[in-house]
């Protein structure tokens, strides 16, 4: 009877992990072979290698003859886009009919208040709603008041470099970027001391490392969406440990408190989102997650960007030389770190960041969930496909990024495709998506741009960059963490140029 009852739960666990096998092959869409409970990309849930490289490869397989496949987040349907002209339809001229991004439904707001108004989770009105508000805090002007204090930044982070140095151990590249990235959003938009470069730091990385590797939390709910992709909302797990919360929101009341204390007229981002709670009659919930959507969307790709960039230009040393030459010339007295405006007019800076977002893009897909019906009509397929409201979409942009058909050699550091119009061209045909496109494209991206260029100019400037060999050779990502990062870390060893 045991053995009976034991064959008839594994028949029942295999029915209910294929169940929803064959969705797409009845609406005449071609299915890859997908494995029980693991779907399309078994390496996310028994990560091998990171499970982006299985959708690299579904992608480089059927790119040839199809527009798109259908494919499996475990058991969850999603339709695998594999032609750029359809892929920047949903972008772009189809964007109303794919407004949503499909992390909405991993979230539950009530539990993890901490981003209620984080447009990335947010859908429809309430998006546009919150977005609108966010935006306007991202300003040329206020940036460029940031920017002084960038410089200073910059300055402790060499310094910290250079004490490093002495002891002729390789140096952490994503530990001096978190520090960095840590420092500067901390004191630029809260106005807090964070001392990542002192003895006696705010635990930020601490805290940030908690949420992004080591949280059970985020794992259960990405593994929740793809098992049970319309589990009911209170049943969603909380995806922010309580310890996060309790540091981060306690941190962010002190801040505004004070400055509501001691009101400063000034045109930077603490001040301003005051103004925006009279204005719209933010609850401090509400501010305090407006104030959090900085850390969320800057610390992490912020600092990876950095951390790869380095690593880039260390093993191309003739484009870190070109590099250290443009940011020179463009320095007043060749020794300090250009302006705001100057860095951001530096063609080849610029170049060397979109490079190394092709390379390791901060999300290697993008998940979007159809709103309204829509029809895709791919140039493989004789018939058109009507995709329906609720339909999910993936777009595969670590695939996209390292297409020998667009990026001849894509697993070589060529800032130059980047150069001449390069990024309007590349994003233009739908293969580059450093970060997002369209009107959901990252709402902070001139502000983390300003903080890479400004640490990878403040870096070149001073020292010449080397790769350790500690660090992992070719392009291989962690399979531990979501977020595409070198695996094993990037170790540096830094010379100083004067």
């Known amino acids: 009877m045991y053995t009976a009852l034991f064959i008839a739960l594994l028949v029942f666990v295999y029915l209910f992990f294929t169940w929803n096998f064959g969705h797409w092959q009845k609406r005449g869409v071609k299915e890859p072979f997908a494995w029980p409970l693991l779907g399309s990309f078994p390496n996310i849930v028994w990560p091998r290698r990171h499970f982006t490289l299985d959708m690299q490869e579904l992608y480089l397989k059927n790119r040839e003859n199809q527009s798109y496949v259908g494919t499996y987040l475990m058991r969850s349907p999603k339709l695998l886009l594999l032609e750029p002209k359809l892929i920047n339809e949903v972008f772009l001229s189809g964007f109303k009919h794919f ?50 204090l960038m410089q200073s930044i910059c300055q402790d982070l060499c310094q910290f470099i250079e004490r490093g140095s002495h002891s002729n151990k390789p140096q952490d590249a994503m530990d001096l970027a978190l520090r960095f990235t840590g420092d500067s959003l901390f004191d630029g938009v809260l106005g807090i001391q964070a001392n990542c470069f002192s003895d006696n730091p705010l635990p930020i990385i601490k805290y940030n490392k908690e949420m992004s590797t080591d949280n059970p939390g985020l794992a259960l709910a990405g593994a929740l969406n793809g ?5 009911p909302n ?13 540091f981060f929101v306690d941190l962010i009341s002190k801040a505004f408190k004070l400055r509501r204390s001691y009101y400063q007229q000034r045109n930077d981002f603490i001040n301003h989102l005051l103004e925006l709670q009279k ?26 960007t950095i951390a790869h960039c380095l690593l880039l230009l260390g093993r191309y040393p003739h484009y870190q030389h070109r590099l250290y030459l443009e940011v020179k010339e463009a320095s ?21 960041l979109y490079e190394t977002l092709r390379i390791y893009p901060a999300g290697g897909w993008a998940s979007k969930t159809c709103t309204e019906p829509y029809t895709f009509c791919g140039s493989h397929h004789a018939e058109p496909l009507i995709i329906r409201p609720g339909d999910n ?19 070589e550091f060529q800032p130059e495709r980047f150069l001449n119009d390069g990024l309007k061209t590349l994003q233009k045909m739908g293969i580059f998506f450093g970060f997002g496109h369209g009107p959901r494209q990252c709402v902070g991206m001139r502000l ?24 992992r050779s070719g392009i291989e990502l962690d399979p531990s963490i979501f977020v595409g990062i070198h695996r094993g870390g990037v170790w540096l060893d830094f010379v100083k140029r004067y």
């Not at 407004?99 to 859908?123: H, T």
């Not at 530096?346 to 170049?351: C, G, K, N, P, V």
């Not at 070149?460 to 790769?467: C, I, M, Q």
Request: glycine share 4%.
């Open 332 to 352: 007043v007295n060749g020794l300090d770190l250009p302006s705001y405006d100057v860095l951001n007019d530096l063609s080849f800076l610029s170049a060397c």
């Open 99 to 148: 407004m949503d991004n499909d992390a909405s439904r991993m979230v539950n707001i009530e539990k993890d208040q901490i981003l209620c108004c984080n447009p990335f989770v947010l859908n429809g009105n309430e998006w546009r709603q919150q977005r609108a508000i966010f935006s306007t805090l991202l300003t040329n002007g206020r940036i460029r008041t940031s920017s002084t």
């Open 227 to 231: 098992i049970l992709p319309n589990l």
């Open 234 to 246: 209170w049943l969603k797990p909380k995806i922010f440990p309580k310890s996060f919360d309790h």
């Open 393 to 411: 979409i993936m777009i595969p942009i670590y695939g996209l990024h390292h297409d020998p058909t667009f990026y001849p050699k894509p697993h």
């Open 448 to 471: 983390g741009l300003a903080l890479a260029k400004s640490a990878l100019a403040a870096i070149v400037l001073r020292f010449e960059v080397h790769v350790n060999p500690r660090t």
């Open 279 to 304: 204005n719209h009659q933010l609850s401090e919930t509400q501010l305090i997650s407006h104030a959090m959507t900085f850390m969320f969307d800057g610390l992490d790709t912020t600092s990876c």
